[in-house]
T-cell receptor, first 112, second 111 residues
Framework: DVKVTQSSRYLVKRTGEKVFLECVQD?????MFWYRQDPGLGLRLIYFSYDVKMKEKGDIPEGYSVSREKKERFSLILESASTNQTSMYLC???????????FGSGTQLSVL | EDKVVQSPLSLVVHEGDTVTLNCSYEVTNFRSLLWYKQEKKAPTFLFML????IEKKSGRLSSILDKKELFSILNITATQTGDSAVYLCAVEAGTGNQFYFGTGTSLTVIP
């Protein structure tokens, strides 16, 4: 069974902290994505990556960075967390040849 | 600007009812349209549609795409409480692997 694993289901952080959200997929997919999901706004793309060490900005990259040192792992970094980054974060992966996203279970991040 | 719009935003029905969820889109270089079901966890894949007029079916769920009118519908017949979820529509467009999401339709099925 295909699997996308996000390291934390719930996370509470303080304003100004550096936050790491980890995502690992076991399907050898080339593409990986980070979305945030907010009520009334749907899923919005933060960053994505088509290959190792490669990254592209999505629609809302401000305040975030990413790292993809290995094919299976895609990390989202909040350099200095702010309250407006409280959200559900969803990681997804997809193979190049198939336009279908596989999602992780999500991380509900609260920044106090 | 590429856009995906879902309607209604929310829906409350009784068990046994039939529901129709709508998804319209305006994108450049359409590739496929996908439906996902999201309960309190990861969105799970339901259907991928690429060809117009061909119905995809899985049990009580079915979906069809109209590429001329730029929309898709998701039908659920004989609804059950387990169908309560947010249903997401996504469109893959552009040069590939760019996905645009609607805001979702929240379905509540009352016993």
């Amino acid at each position: 069974d295909v699997k996308v694993t996000q390291s934390s289901r719930y996370l509470v952080k303080r304003t100004g902290e550096k936050v790491f959200l980890e995502c690992v997929q076991d399907m050898d997919h080339e593409n990986m994505f980070w979305y945030r999901q907010d009520p009334g706004l749907g899923l919005r793309l933060i960053y994505f990556s088509y290959d190792v060490k490669m990254k592209e900005k999505g629609d809302i990259p401000e305040g975030y960075s990413v790292s993809r040192e290995k094919k299976e792992r895609f990390s989202l970094i909040l350099e200095s967390a702010s309250t407006n980054q409280t959200s559900m974060y969803l990681c997804a992966s997809s193979p190049h040849h198939l336009g279908k996203l596989f999602f992780g279970s999500g991380t509900q991040l609260s920044v106090l | 600007e590429d856009k995906v719009v879902q309607s209604p935003l929310s829906l409350v029905v009784h068990e046994g009812d039939t529901v129709t969820l709508n998804c319209s889109y305006e994108v450049t270089n359409f590739r496929s349209l996908l439906w996902y079901k999201q309960e309190k966890k990861a969105p799970t894949f339901l259907f991928m549609l690429t060809s117009s007029g061909i119905e995809k079916k899985s049990g009580r769920l079915s979906s069809i795409l109209d590429k001329k009118e730029l929309f898709s519908i998701l039908n659920i017949t004989a609804t059950q409480t387990g169908d309560s979820a947010v249903y997401l529509c996504a469109v893959e467009a552009g040069t590939g692997n760019q996905f645009y999401f609607g805001t979702g339709t929240s379905l509540t099925v009352i016993p």
